[in-house]
């Protein structure tokens, strides 16, 4: 089983829609969790953290359920321009600290 | 301005030569790491380095290396032993103090 695994996608959706993407990861004792976003041909952005509490940034919301281990964002009212690969991102810290990718969920917005 | 250069964007280079890319930081991050990315593939640790003249292999170091003389810099050196590297490459720091990891813009190695 991979340490982070994210939906393979890819996922096509018309501007306006609202897309989810999941994550799960399998150490119980993960301290940190992040989206990421990357475009095409680019480096990987900070997109936000995620919190046990839930935060919110405009149109993006992420959601931490440390009980299931899930890890989740949400994009509202998508725009053409969100379209690139979201990366789940989890640190532990059990042997030394380590941070693990997920392998990315590709958005595709279409007009 | 602070942040992560690399350079070059793109490097060509014959097989059988070594070849070192650059990666320069001016965020005061004690801890550097290196990646690669295939097309449609996720990232893999190379290697990284928590402090100035220390360093550990990731997933991948086989046919790769590295040195930290100096906090700011962190070059990974593509030797002929790396059977297959053609590849985007990754520059990440991260401060002692907090977890995310800050990347620099890549450079795109291609080997013929």
């Known amino acids: 089983r991979k340490e982070v695994e994210q939906d393979p996608g890819p996922f096509n959706v018309p501007e306006g829609a609202t897309v989810a993407f999941n994550c799960t990861y399998s150490n119980s004792a993960s301290q940190s969790f992040f989206w990421y976003r990357q475009d095409c041909r680019k480096e990987p952005k900070l997109l936000m953290s995620v919190y046990s509490s839930g935060n919110e940034d405009g149109r993006f919301t992420a959601q931490l359920n440390r009980a299931s281990q899930y890890i989740s964002l949400l994009i509202r009212d998508s725009k053409l321009s969100d379209s690139a690969t979201y990366l789940c991102v989890v640190t532990t810290n059990t042997g030394g600290f380590k941070t693990i990718f997920g392998a990315g969920t590709r958005l595709f917005v279409k007009a | 301005d602070g942040g992560i250069t690399q350079s070059p964007k793109y490097l060509f280079r014959k097989e059988g030569q070594n070849v070192t890319l650059s990666c320069e930081q001016n965020?005061?991050?004690?801890?550097m790491y290196w990646y690669r990315q295939d097309p449609g593939q996720g990232l893999r640790l190379i290697y990284y380095s928590q402090i100035v003249n220390d360093f550990q292999k990731g997933d991948i170091a086989e046919g790769y290396s590295v040195s930290r003389e100096k906090k700011e810099s962190f070059p990974l050196t593509v030797t002929s032993a790396q059977k297959n590297p053609t590849a985007f490459y990754l520059c990440a720091s991260r401060s002692r103090h907090l977890d995310e990891q800050y990347f620099g813009p890549g450079t795109r190695l291609t080997v013929t």
């Open positions: 965020l005061n991050h004690d801890a």
